[in-house]
């Protein structure tokens, strides 16, 4: 299993010196990965290529990974570009994944329809996996057309697919390289996603796929306290219906219940429960003690 940081939450106005710190340290660390969330904040893609190639400059080697830019507010052939773009910023280390988002944000805050929104990414998806394999793209869908070829550097980049649902898990199986979750306990990857996605693939006749698992962690000696704060910092998670559906499937109540939290011995039985289960890369989204937290994952990244 290979290990990965989630940096959401640059400090100061200036954020990309402390990005780039964080792209560097987690390299050096050995970290395998770093992956920015599309959420109101920084454009995930424009500040991994800003932070991340200042941070290559040094010779390191990691790889990038969004998780995840939402497809509805971008058509696909755009964000084809902008990440084939990104992806030769950084030296082909670029893992693109893509997400639905929700309901309350696409029509809420921007405006478009939520209509059937698995047959919204078969389209998008038979646009963007062309595009971003620098193929000529001709295609007219219920809800999105494109005829076009890009002649963008970067083409050739894995693309991940947010999936929880059946339908969702079976078409990320069937044409893309792979998953990335959050707030998805073990239980439910073990029993309910790897194998939906990984049935997909296979029938399909892909390669195994990538199932990037995003948790937070918290390394401390009084794990309840730890999983009442979780349930503070990530309290909109346990209302938004697709994550609702997965705490329910996991039996918990709040998004505490499938924290990674515990002394040094308790994290890492539950991280390599996880890598038991299935999970291809696990991605920590560290709160609490930081350095204890990294120290932890650095020891278990290397075995």
């Not at 792209?23 to 959420?39: E, L, N």
């Not at 910023?89 to 698995?118: K, N, T």
């Not at 995003?214 to 209302?239: H, N, S, W």
Request: proline share 6%; charged share 20%.
């Amino acid at each position: 299993m290979r290990f990965g940081l989630l940096i959401n939450e640059p400090n100061g106005q200036d954020p990309f010196p402390d990005l780039r710190d964080r792209i560097a340290r987690a390299a050096d660390d050995g970290f395998d990965s770093v992956w920015m969330s599309q959420i109101f904040g920084l454009d995930a893609l424009t500040s991994l290529a800003v932070a991340g190639s200042a941070a290559l400059a040094g010779g390191r080697d990691i790889e990038f990974g969004t998780g995840v830019v939402p497809t509805y507010p971008r058509h696909p052939v755009v964000l084809a570009q902008q990440a084939m773009t990104v992806n030769a910023a950084l030296g082909g280390r670029l893992a693109l994944g893509i997400g639905l988002s929700h309901q309350v944000v696409i029509e809420g805050m921007y405006g478009y329809s939520f209509d059937r929104p698995a047959r919204h990414m078969k389209e998008y998806l038979d646009v963007l996996l062309p595009v971003t394999r620098g193929e000529q793209v001709d295609y007219t869908g219920e809800t999105l057309k494109a005829n076009v070829r890009l002649s963008t550097p970067g083409a050739g980049l894995p693309v991940l697919v947010a999936a929880l649902g059946p339908r969702m898990l079976k078409l990320a199986g069937t044409v893309a390289d792979g998953t990335v979750l959050w707030m998805t306990g073990r239980k439910t990857v073990a029993e309910h996603i790897v194998p939906t996605i990984t049935a997909a693939a296979k029938e399909a006749g892909r390669p195994a796929p990538r199932v990037v698992c995003t948790l937070p962690v918290c390394v401390t000696d009084d794990p309840e306290a730890a999983r009442a704060k979780a349930d503070e910092i990530f309290v909109m998670y346990g209302q938004l219906p697709s994550y609702r559906a997965m705490l329910d499937r996991e039996g918990v109540e709040n998004p505490g219940g499938v924290a990674v939290v515990g002394d040094e011995d308790a994290v890492r039985a539950q991280i390599d429960a996880l890598a038991q289960a299935g999970v291809t890369d696990f991605v920590a989204a560290v709160y609490g003690d930081r350095e204890r937290a990294h120290k932890l994952l650095i020891g278990a990244s290397k075995g």
